[in-house]
């Protein structure tokens, strides 16, 4: 599994748009990455994967360079309700791999 | 469709008794984890099953055991509480992701807190 490292915490503000960075020298070539987003007092809820370039759906956008060694989770004009603690995951996107989560990204929104 | 289901909720033991915690999925996923979660701290695997029929260590093993009774459940057991233990602990599976692009995402239960007095 490649260990990522992402800051502890951000602030933000309503409106703004937020990117989270994380970073991952040692992706492997099958490797995905994949976000998850965590509110208080419940599970973590997938975000967004991807492997290359851009992808975007209705929550977020994942932007990966072409050297693949880290991604940016963009999250467009955040409210209250965004604040939450972001994951940063990468591995195999198997059904049956290991599932391991860092510390992730603390994100505050204030209004 | 219920997705992954976690009993009890909460739970409060005493130092030294056991107990199991339950999980089941309804989504027919191959792997299933058990986290544990401790305040203000990212989430860490105690133990994780691949498929029916085997289980791994994760990153914190010790103190816990786990049983992967079908395809549907994985239970995990504590056989001598701790206060160390005293956590909340979240179930998962992981499977193909409901949208149209390929890949696997987890799905959580909504956690039990336990409290080891």
């Known amino acids: 599994l490649a260990k990522t490292t992402q800051p502890i915490s951000m602030d933000s503000y309503e409106g703004q748009e937020v990117n989270i960075t994380c970073s991952h020298n040692n992706i492997a070539t099958n490797d995905y990455i994949t976000w998850y987003q965590q509110f208080p007092s419940q599970g973590p809820r997938f975000i967004i994967q991807?492997?290359?370039t851009k992808v975007t759906n209705e929550v977020a956008s994942l932007f990966i360079p072409a050297d693949r060694k880290s991604s940016t989770l963009s999250l467009p004009r955040v409210s209250l309700s965004d604040t939450a603690v972001y994951y940063c995951l990468v591995g195999l996107i198997s059904d049956t791999d290991k599932l391991i989560f860092g510390t992730g990204t603390r994100l505050q929104v204030f209004p | 469709n219920a997705g992954v289901t976690q009993t009890p909720k909460f739970q409060v033991l005493k130092t030294g008794q056991s107990m199991t915690l339950q999980c089941a999925q309804d989504?027919?996923?191959?792997?299933m984890y058990w986290y544990r979660q401790d305040p203000g701290m990212g989430l860490r695997l105690i133990y994780y099953?691949?498929?029916?029929?085997?289980?791994d260590k994760g990153e914190v093993p010790n103190g816990y055991n786990v049983s992967r009774l079908n395809k549907r459940e994985f239970s995990l057991r504590l056989e001598s509480a701790a206060p160390s233990q005293t956590s909340v602990y979240f179930c998962?599976?992981?499977?193909?992701?409901?949208?149209?692009?390929?890949?696997?995402?987890?799905?959580f239960g909504q956690g039990t807190r336990l409290t080891v007095v």
């Open positions: 998962a599976s992981k499977g193909l992701t409901w949208d149209r692009v390929v890949g696997t995402e987890a799905f």
């Open positions: 989504m027919n996923h191959n792997s």
């Open positions: 991807g492997y290359k």
């Open positions: 099953s691949a498929s029916e029929g085997t289980t």
